[in-house]
């Protein structure tokens, strides 16, 4: 049941006409829960909040199925003006966004002029930058247009997924850019070709990756809300003596809050995901996908007014 559920939401994530009929209605049906707003003042709220806290946040304006090159424009520049929002109230926060957001299914060009004004403008107000990854179909155009990018840029992360088969590869091959890469399990529906279909498998993976960027001793941001990858984390650094300053956990706005809170009593960097915008539809069907009792919070948000 499980699993049929969470194919049935990445179903939807993906549905054109559910992401424009979403744009209309505004953040209804429990989403409010996992964006927080739909403009760039509600976001700085939510991440001052989290900054009372003591947590750093990572903002993103989401946005998918771009199709001309005027909305990825302005994509580009709402990115701009997040940063700038960033700068102007002194906040916690990197910036991170998606590639097709920025025009990559329209032309390397207009992805690349896009990538460009934005990571110029995060070097001026000093705000970093992660390149978000997605589907398998565009994870080798990320990673191509990331390592451009590093070669110029040095505020540019990227996003490496563990239950691809490719990623201990990329790993190796990322290392001499000395990249800042967040490693996260994957929550697209990827065929068994590119990608394992155990969980088992995944999480193996996942400890192997985490394992080797951190010995490569490059900046690692493990993004999971799973125990056993936070507990394999701890013990890792431990023993082989790796700085706090050398790592970070990443979670979801929204999501195990109460472990958010915990990882920053007791010592380690937390990072909190904060995506926010009118375009959150994509985002929040995955985020059902991936755990049943997201499905069950929305029922009742919905059902119990």
Same mark, same amino acid.
């Given at each position: 049941?499980?699993?049929?559920?969470?194919?049935? /939401?990445? /179903?939807?994530?993906?549905?054109?006409?559910?992401?424009?009929?979403?744009?209309?209605?505004?953040?209804?049906?429990?989403?409010?829960?996992?964006?927080?707003?739909? !403009?760039?003042?509600?976001?700085v709220r939510s991440i001052q909040k989290?900054?009372?806290?003591?947590?750093?946040?990572? +903002?993103? =304006?989401?946005?998918?199925?771009?199709?001309?090159? =005027?909305?990825?424009?302005?994509?580009?520049?709402?990115?701009?003006?997040?940063?700038?929002?960033?700068?102007?109230?002194?906040?916690?926060?990197?910036?991170?966004?998606?590639?097709?957001?920025?025009?990559?299914? +329209?032309?390397?060009?207009?992805?690349?002029?896009?990538?460009?004004?934005?990571?110029?403008?995060?070097?001026? #107000?000093?705000?970093?930058?992660?390149?978000?990854?997605?589907?398998?179909?565009?994870?080798?155009?990320?990673?191509?247009?990331?390592?451009?990018?590093?070669?110029?840029?040095?505020?540019?992360?990227?996003?490496?997924?563990?239950?691809?088969?490719?990623?201990?590869?990329?790993?190796?091959?990322?290392?001499? #850019?000395?990249?800042?890469?967040?490693?996260?399990?994957?929550?697209?529906?990827?065929?068994?070709?590119?990608?394992?279909?155990?969980?088992?498998?995944?999480?193996?993976?996942?400890?192997?990756? +985490?394992?080797? =960027?951190?010995?490569?001793?490059?900046?690692?941001?493990?993004? !999971? =809300?799973?125990?056993?990858?936070?507990? %394999? !984390?701890?013990?890792?650094?431990?023993?082989?003596?790796?700085?706090?300053?050398?790592?970070?956990?990443?979670?979801? #706005?929204?999501?195990?809050?109460?472990?958010?809170?915990?990882?920053?009593?007791?010592? %380690?960097?937390?990072?909190? %995901?904060?995506? %926010?915008?009118?375009?959150? #539809?994509?985002?929040?069907?995955?985020?059902?996908?991936?755990?049943?009792?997201?499905?069950?919070?929305?029922?009742?948000?919905?059902?119990?007014?």
């Amino acid at each position: 049941m499980e699993q049929l559920l969470r194919n049935f /939401f990445l /179903f939807l994530s993906k549905n054109r006409f559910f992401t424009k009929l979403a744009k209309r209605y505004g953040l209804r049906f429990g989403a409010g829960r996992f964006v927080a707003g739909e !403009t760039i003042p509600d976001a700085v709220r939510s991440i001052q909040k989290l900054n009372e806290k003591g947590m750093s946040v990572t +903002i993103d =304006h989401l946005g998918e199925f771009i199709d001309s090159e =005027h909305e990825a424009r302005k994509a580009a520049d709402d990115c701009i003006e997040a940063i700038k929002a960033i700068s102007e109230d002194n906040l916690d926060s990197q910036l991170s966004l998606k590639m097709t957001s920025m025009g990559l299914d +329209i032309s390397q060009d207009l992805v690349m002029e896009n990538m460009r004004r934005i990571l110029k403008a995060g070097k001026e #107000y000093e705000v970093f930058i992660t390149i978000d990854m997605e589907d398998y179909e565009r994870c080798q155009k990320t990673i191509d247009i990331f390592k451009e990018l590093r070669s110029e840029y040095d505020n540019v992360g990227t996003v490496l997924q563990a239950y691809l088969y490719r990623t201990a590869k990329d790993i190796e091959e990322l290392d001499e #850019y000395n990249p800042n890469l967040r490693l996260v399990k994957g929550a697209y529906k990827e065929s068994p070709k590119v990608a394992f279909p155990e969980k088992k498998d995944v999480d193996d993976n996942f400890k192997k990756i +985490i394992k080797m =960027h951190l010995l490569n001793g490059n900046y690692t941001a493990v993004a !999971t =809300h799973d125990d056993a990858m936070i507990e %394999y !984390t701890k013990k890792l650094v431990k023993e082989h003596n790796i700085s706090n300053d050398l790592f970070e956990f990443q979670m979801l #706005y929204g999501i195990r809050v109460e472990r958010q809170e915990e990882l920053v009593a007791e010592g %380690y960097k937390m990072r909190v %995901y904060v995506p %926010y915008g009118n375009d959150w #539809y994509g985002y929040f069907m995955r985020r059902l996908a991936e755990r049943p009792a997201n499905v069950a919070f929305v029922l009742k948000g919905v059902f119990g007014k």
